[in-house]
């Protein structure tokens, strides 16, 4: 793919999903830059998975439209907006365990057409950059929970995605191991010059990485800024932290 070719960035404009009278996602106008680590955050039942899912296709729209690049992909289906570069990880990595990692991750190439020597060659240098080639012909379910998360990573990675969205990439890690991860994800920003829309629980995380929060409750967006910014914004205090301590 030529570097003009890439999607610069991915918008959302009035983007709602209601469920049964649930507001979950409400007229939220999302932006995400290429070249840019960008946390979605807020407390639990906010509306992050759901406008999540509805970006990447896993879940229709009730109103509003999704643009990645200068395409309209509101409506299109998962597989057909991931060839288009926006492409996500899951929470649970919904890895092939009885592949190996390599295979995994050989997987991700060939949807971008990198078949054999070729496809396996590049997927070895993913491993390299997520750290974990010296598990490349372990079965993929055998490895320890933070290798499942890099190894699911570096499926989506393999795909050479203009946009990549991290669903809570550091759950179940330990510190050590998420802030092993923050520094991956930044190095994966710099070396594949895509964009990241990350998801994210532990504060540590998105402050140590994200140049740019956009902050939901409620299904609403209640604050969009720098991470100085949404630091020390009253309503995100109010809304998320305040409820955190209680
Ligand atoms: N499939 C669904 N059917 C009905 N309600 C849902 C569904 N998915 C999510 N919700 C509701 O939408 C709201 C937002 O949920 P979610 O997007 O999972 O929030 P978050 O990821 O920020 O915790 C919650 O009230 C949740 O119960
Ligand atoms: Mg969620």
């Known amino acids: 793919m030529v570097e003009s070719d890439r999607s610069d960035q991915l918008v959302t404009h009035g983007l709602s999903v209601h469920f049964d009278g649930v507001k979950a996602v409400d007229d939220v ?15 639990n039942g906010a509306g992050k998975s759901t406008l999540f899912n509805a970006v990447s296709g896993f879940v229709p729209l009730t109103a509003g439209r999704v643009v990645l690049g200068d395409k309209d992909i509101t409506g299109w289906s998962p597989t057909r907006i991931s060839q288009h570069g926006l492409v996500r990880s899951f929470q649970d990595t919904r890895i092939f365990k009885t592949l190996t990692v390599l295979e995994n ?23 390299e950059l997520l750290n974990i080639k010296h598990l490349a012909l372990e079965s993929a379910g055998n490895v320890a929970l933070g290798d499942e998360r890099r190894a699911g990573i ?3 990675v393999a795909t050479k995605p203009d946009m990549l969205l991290l669903d809570e990439p550091a759950a179940g890690l330990d510190e050590d ?13 710099r070396e594949l010059g895509c964009g990241v829309l990350l998801v994210e629980h532990d504060m540590s995380v998105i402050f140590g990485v994200c140049e740019w ?34």
């Open 213 to 246: 929060i956009h902050v939901m409750d409620s299904g609403k967006t209640i604050a969009v800024g720098t991470p100085q910014e949404i630091r020390t914004n009253p309503a995100v205090i109010e809304a998320y932290f305040g409820k955190e301590r209680s």
């Open 29 to 43: 106008d999302l932006e995400v830059q290429r070249g840019r680590i960008t946390g979605l955050i807020g407390p």
């Open 105 to 127: 991750v050989e997987l991700g190439a060939m949807n971008q057409g990198l078949n054999g020597a070729k496809g396996r060659d590049f997927a070895y240098g993913i491993l």
């Open 177 to 189: 191991e998420t802030a092993e991860l923050s520094l991956t994800i930044v190095d994966l920003c």
């Open 154 to 156: 570096a499926r989506a």
